[in-house]
């Protein structure tokens, strides 16, 4: 986060580590030398300026000098804050197409308002879904160019949209490539792992992205975040997966004081309200010997026999731990903050470069340590619905949950096309 004591986004300058303008943005795309790198040099050249001038707020975007490098020597305001990927994609650019784009179906008649939050309301959820499942779409979001929402419900839509109205909108509809190119973009920004390969794949989606939008929506002007988010290939190199920087945390953080202040109901010294709950909280946390999250959490356990499990599973799990008799079974675990169910699927191998899966038909706790029986489902890519349908090979793998190179849980869905999964983000098959 950028103090505001330091930039000022409200004239024509965009960013920390570029002194753009407004209007560059709407004609050039980030390329080589497009849009010059702010420097510690121009900085502090922009800097002295903007102190010196006491007739304009700042100068170049830049209204003093950051307080944090006065402090700190290994960190610059040029250079030291991130992009925040919340802010600037589920809750900016997603809400504002996603409403542009409905918009155009619904004129189109492809699907009307109430149909679209009956599928919203009535669709069949699972898991980590159905928590962050999205609020139906509101009557104003057209004036409004945003379908409102958080970051998580946002985020939600955009994966289920193509299953809920995907058989409706034909495949050459410019709107909807517009729409499954931001699919593209969220999935390859939210991943936590990153190639050069997937880099150059994320700048090329963007690319693409970026003219589908102007070629479709003329009348619409590019907006800052469209252009921080050119930006994204390049600072993912400096910082590594942004997924990792955003401020998520931050936001849970923040509700609990929010919650504070609604339950105190007086804001006289709020302040140091908040500080001494906040501390007494720290201080019961510390002194709770149960406080500190277990790495695997197990709510009931059945101990079973080995030799009473089903033969295909009995054989794959004999291979892999020979000398077991018997072993510990359960239907849902959590791991690191992670909750495993049966019936979810996980990420396992590959085939030409796309991702296979494996759905989980039982866990078993072996020494304390998660092990996942998975019946293997081969995936075929839809590229009208950006997602995977997938069919069971009629194998059976046991593996470790330590021998997982992507360990976040998907959901299957039945959909006319057969059974889907819409990945939450890209995943880097290459070793």
Same mark, same amino acid.
């Given at each position: ?18 002194p ?14 497009t849009?010059?790198?702010r420097t510690k040099s121009n ?21 003093r ?7 700190l020597?290994y ?5 030291g804050y991130?992009?925040?990927?919340l802010?600037?994609?589920l809750e900016?650019?997603?809400?504002f197409e ?12 492809y ?14 959820y ?15 979001f ?8 958080n970051a ?5 839509l955009?994966?289920m ?18 729409l499954m190119? &931001? #699919? +593209?973009?969220?999935e390859?920004?939210? %991943?936590?792992?990153?190639t ?5 794949? /994320?700048?090329? *989606?963007?690319s ?10 003329p ?11 050119e930006?994204?290939?390049?600072l993912?190199?400096s910082?590594?997966?942004?997924v ?12 609990f004081f929010?919650?504070?202040v ?13 500080a ?9 946390h ?6 500190q999250?277990p ?13 009473? &499990? #089903? +033969? ?5 799990? %004999?291979r892999?731990?020979?000398r077991?008799?018997v072993?510990? /079974?359960?239907? *849902? ?5 992670t909750s495993?169910?049966v019936?979810m ?35 075929w890519?839809?590229e009208?619905?950006r ?12 593996i ?7 360990a976040y849980?998907?959901?299957?869905y039945?959909t006319?096309?057969?059974?889907m999964?819409?990945?939450k ?7």
């Amino acid at each position: 986060m950028v103090p505001t004591s330091t930039f000022s986004w409200s004239g024509q300058t965009l960013t920390s580590f570029q002194p753009e303008e407004r209007s560059r943005i709407q004609e050039h795309e980030v390329g080589p030398g497009t849009f010059p790198p702010r420097t510690k040099s121009n900085y502090a050249l922009h800097v002295n300026a903007a102190l010196s001038d006491t007739a304009e707020a700042h100068h170049c975007g830049v209204k003093r000098q950051c307080p944090i490098s006065d402090k700190l020597s290994y960190f610059h305001a040029t250079s030291g804050y991130p992009p925040d990927v919340l802010h600037d994609l589920l809750e900016g650019i997603v809400p504002f197409e996603l409403a542009l784009s409905l918009n155009v179906f619904i004129k189109k008649k492809y699907i009307s308002l109430q149909e679209l939050n009956h599928s919203i309301s009535q669709f069949p959820y699972k898991w980590n879904d159905k928590t962050n499942c999205p609020q139906p779409i509101p009557l104003t979001f057209a004036s409004r160019k945003s379908i409102g929402g958080n970051a998580h419900e946002n985020w939600c839509l955009l994966r289920m949209l193509p299953f809920m109205i995907g058989d409706r909108v034909p495949e050459d509809d410019a709107v909807w490539q517009l729409l499954m190119a &931001l #699919k +593209d973009v969220v999935e390859l920004v939210m %991943a936590p792992v990153h190639t050069d390969e997937t880099l150059g794949y /994320m700048e090329s *989606k963007i690319s693409e992205h970026r003219y589908r939008f102007l070629d479709v929506f003329p009348q619409e002007t590019l907006k800052p975040k469209h252009h921080f988010l050119e930006h994204y290939p390049e600072l993912t190199t400096s910082f590594g997966p942004l997924v990792a920087l955003w401020t998520m945390r931050f936001e849970a953080k923040h509700r609990f004081f929010k919650r504070i202040v609604r339950q105190t109901g007086s804001f006289r010294n709020i302040l140091r309200t908040m500080a001494r709950k906040h501390q007494s909280m720290i201080a019961y946390h510390l002194h709770d010997a149960d406080a500190q999250r277990p790495m695997l959490t197990v709510s009931k356990m059945t101990q079973v026999a080995v030799e009473v &499990l #089903k +033969d295909s599973i009995r054989e794959s799990f %004999a291979r892999k731990f020979p000398r077991t008799e018997v072993v510990n /079974m359960t239907d *849902k675990v959590t791991i690191l903050g992670t909750s495993y169910c049966v019936g979810m699927l996980l990420p396992f191998g590959s085939t030409g470069g796309l991702p296979d899966f494996g759905e989980i038909l039982q866990i078993i706790i072996l020494h304390e340590s998660p092990v996942f029986v998975l019946r293997l489902l081969g995936g075929w890519y839809h590229e009208h619905l950006r997602s995977f349908k997938v069919e069971p090979t009629g194998e059976i793998e046991v593996i470790l949950h330590s021998e997982l190179k992507d360990a976040y849980p998907l959901a299957a869905y039945n959909t006319a096309d057969g059974r889907m999964v819409s990945l939450k983000h890209f995943i880097c098959t290459s070793d």
